[in-house]
């Protein structure tokens, strides 16, 4: 529904709810802390799904993505030009020089935190690194703008300027993925509004003390446009270029922005 809700503000979550949230956010970010140690050439994707689960589950949560809509991971490992949504399988075995999006989700006591991290295996191409790097940047600058007071649209416009703030910094052509963005998120994963990756400010329902999304770039190093695969789940770019993930759990605070799926 976006920012066409008729919902005039994001709902606020409690101080206790907020708590309650980066509990969840804390087990995924341990789990993509364990991934990322694991990541190296030669390892599957399957393998890294079972180190996640193990961890999210040693910790008492549950792997939000497992089974959500049929999916059979327990994270999103997406690989290369594989933009989103990427299946943990035996036969997909990463190499020296790809670029791997982990994306995580844990549910702790009916609350959920979901976080996606990029990074390379092993050495990786110089403009592959300037993606990823920017990327991270574009995340960070566009959640500056979770504040109270601001509407939906003022963190899409944020992320869309520190996209093209982030091609000068880092001397690299950024696309940012059509189609796909972030979301509000609580109890379930998924909920109103969808946050665009990009906009004109202004617009959408207000954000308020409490307010909590799941804020996301998706960039690459080429298309917009991306295909879903056969298996209805995989997400990639059209011209076969490299993408990059970043997502953080975020709620507005009187104080800020509080990032709930911090990683320790």
């Not at 982030?166 to 052509?173: D, I, N, P, S």
Request: hydrophobic fraction near 40%; aromatic fraction near 6%.
């Amino acid at each position: 529904m976006g920012f066409r809700s008729k919902r005039r503000a994001i709902p606020a979550k409690t101080a206790g709810e907020l708590d309650a949230m980066q509990a969840a956010g804390e087990i995924v970010g341990s789990a993509l802390q364990a991934v990322k140690a694991a990541a190296a050439p030669g390892v599957s994707t399957l393998e890294l799904d079972q180190i996640a689960e193990s961890i999210i589950r040693d910790a008492g949560a549950t792997p939000t993505f497992k089974g959500y809509e049929g999916f059979p991971g327990s994270i999103c490992a997406s690989v290369n030009e594989v933009i989103v949504h990427g299946i943990p399988h035996v036969e997909t075995v990463l190499a020296e020089g790809d670029l791997i999006s982990i994306d995580c989700g844990a549910t702790l006591e009916g609350w959920v935190g979901d976080s996606a991290w990029t990074f390379g295996i092993g050495k990786i191409e110089d403009e592959v690194a300037k993606l990823n790097q920017a990327t991270e940047f574009v995340l960070l600058e566009g959640l500056k703008a979770m504040v109270p007071g601001n509407r939906l649209t003022d963190v899409s416009h944020a992320l869309e300027v520190a996209t093209r703030s982030a091609e000068k910094r880092f001397g690299v052509a950024l696309g940012i993925v059509d189609g796909y963005g972030g979301h509000g998120i609580g109890r379930t994963m998924h909920e109103d509004p969808f946050l665009a990756n990009e906009g004109k400010a202004g617009r959408g329902p207000a954000i308020q003390a409490g307010s909590v999304l799941a804020i996301e770039p998706m960039l690459t190093l080429g298309t917009t446009d991306s295909a879903v695969l056969e298996d209805d789940w995989t997400v990639v770019t059209l011209d076969g270029s490299f993408a990059s993930h970043w997502e953080h759990t975020v709620a507005a605070t009187e104080a800020g922005p509080r990032i709930l799926t911090p990683r320790r």
